[in-house]
């Protein structure tokens, strides 16, 4: 998934630098995972035997490691919206009635009706389609999740080379069962965070390699929780990325991932 739609639109994050808890080091550690250094010692070893890089700066220029990064077969550009309070109000709107359609159990004629009326609100929407990064869905960092439906309602809170940050909750459109959020979930924010750790990390366009997740402890609906991402070693067009959902100082899941440059053509 390409980072520059997430990471044009997160700039305007601020910063609430928080750093991992001792607790949670512990129970990182136990579990095979690093949190307190920046690049692992198993990730440089391997790199070292193999006659790999790892030690180029996360920071560098995306110019300077591509110079095509702006001609990626011709990929939109994305820039951060500011819509007026009636789409923020609509999205909100979109958010709870996501929420209903999963829980709500009325009568066939109700069924029949409010179908009347998602078909006339889609009618009255058709004829304003716009462009992909032209919409402000996806776009608009103040709003949870940015504005978009496709991903969980969070919002930025910490955005630096270093890492990235961000706080939120799940809904009842997000259970899978029994209370618990949906296995298939925790991926796609990880994957959005990731995107954005790479951007942070003024990291070329790039595209997701492979994505794996730990699950620790049930992820819980109705809860405000806390993910974070950083990277972790490079290795030319390859970018290792590391992070973490938390409830507290409870570790939910953790997620390890390849971010890898796009060459120039490529989607």
Not at 14 to 21: G, N, Y
């Amino acid at each position: 998934m390409s980072d520059r739609k997430r990471g044009a639109a997160a700039r305007s994050g601020s910063r609430t630098d928080q750093p991992v808890s001792d607790r949670k080091r512990g129970g990182a550690a136990r579990s095979g995972s690093r949190t307190d250094q920046p690049v692992s010692d198993r990730k440089r070893g391997a790199a070292a035997r193999s006659g790999s890089r790892t030690d180029q700066p996360v920071t560098d220029s995306p110019e300077q490691l591509d110079p095509d990064y702006d001609h990626h077969g011709g990929f939109p550009e994305y820039g951060a919206a500011s819509p007026g309070p009636g789409f923020g109000r609509f999205v909100a709107a979109m958010r709870r009635l996501q929420d209903l359609a999963v829980s709500a159990d009325p009568s066939d004629e109700l069924w029949n009706d409010a179908a009347a009326h998602v078909e006339a609100l889609a009618d009255q929407l058709a004829p304003f389609r716009a462009r992909e990064g032209q919409a402000p869905a996806g776009r608009s960092p103040t709003l949870p999740g940015m504005g978009s439906l496709l991903l969980p309602p969070w919002t930025m809170s910490r955005y630096d080379p270093d890492g990235v940050e961000m706080r939120g909750h799940f809904s009842r459109f997000h259970v899978g069962g029994n209370g618990a959020v949906h296995g298939g979930v925790l991926p796609l924010l990880f994957d959005h965070v990731f995107g954005m750790v790479v951007h942070a990390a003024a990291r070329p366009i790039s595209r997701t390699g492979f994505l794996h997740v730990d699950y620790r402890k049930v992820t819980p609906i109705d809860t405000q929780l806390v993910v974070r991402g950083h990277v972790a070693a490079t290795e030319g067009r390859k970018a290792f990325v590391r992070g973490e959902l938390l409830n507290g100082e409870t570790l939910l899941a953790e997620a390890n991932g390849l971010m890898i440059r796009l060459l120039p053509g490529q989607p």
